[in-house]
């Protein structure tokens, strides 16, 4: 009969609690800056320049058609042969902004292109300039109709996060594989992993769901 042992993984609960914690803030950086860019590149696609749009479009075209885990490959593993070195943790916040831009992007260029043309001409009769037109009143209603999808995309991210620990980064499931390597109770270890993973999830979206309206886009 197998006998399990959830005392021996929970034993290391500070270690867990360090993992998620990492989670946690590769998540909230990737999250700010990824949103971010993501905008800049919806709103280049949608009125930028011609030869912008094509540059993003390649852009967005190449992450969305990639594995997650190759582009963390490409930047910790063979950006060095340019010369150029990341840490573990600098190549995993790099890989998650890259890889979540691209998905945002499309996600806020869905809710721009639904923006009734209307609202925008009644915006420049009031003299406003473009970018005070889209700041003010093309963005926020846009942010509105897709912040479930842009939620769920931030929560993908961060689940897909734990492919970070195959760089060493020390984030939950890195923490999941060191406890199972020094108790050999894996099954233990990444069930553990799994439940907090879950916890994780639910709450970053209920906080999106609550940040939304009251800092990103008002009521």
């Known amino acids: 009969m197998i006998a399990f042992d959830f005392g021996a993984v929970l034993a290391e609960w500070p270690q867990l609690a360090k993992g998620a914690g990492v989670t946690l803030a590769l998540t ?3 999250a700010s800056v990824g949103v971010a860019l993501g905008v800049v590149c919806a709103w280049t696609r949608t009125q930028g320049p011609a030869w912008a749009q094509r540059f993003v479009g390649a852009y ?3 992450i969305r058609n990639t594995p997650f885990i190759v582009q963390l490959f ?18 995993s916040v790099l890989a998650m902004v890259i890889n979540l831009g691209a998905y945002a992007a ?6 721009l292109v639904a923006t009734p043309r209307g609202q925008v001409e009644a915006g420049l009769s009031l003299a406003l300039t473009e970018r005070q037109v889209f700041l003010r009143i093309v963005l926020p209603p846009a942010l509105k109709r897709v912040w479930p999808a842009l939620s769920s995309q931030i929560v993908i991210v961060m689940l897909g996060s734990a492919v970070c620990g195959q760089i060493s980064t020390a984030e939950l499931s890195f923490a999941a594989n060191l406890i199972q390597s020094r108790n050999f109770r ?5 069930i553990v992993a799994t439940a907090v993973y879950l916890l994780l999830a639910i709450g ?6 609550w940040a939304g309206p009251r800092f990103v886009f008002g009521r």
């Open 106 to 111: 499309e996600i806020v260029r869905g809710g």
């Open 60 to 62: 967005v075209e190449a």
């Open 186 to 190: 894996a099954f233990e270890a990444y």
């Open 204 to 209: 970053v979206r209920q906080l999106m769901r």
């Open 28 to 30: 909230a950086v990737s």
């Open 74 to 91: 490409f930047l910790f593993f063979g950006l060095p042969s340019a010369g150029v070195r990341l840490s573990p943790e600098l190549a």
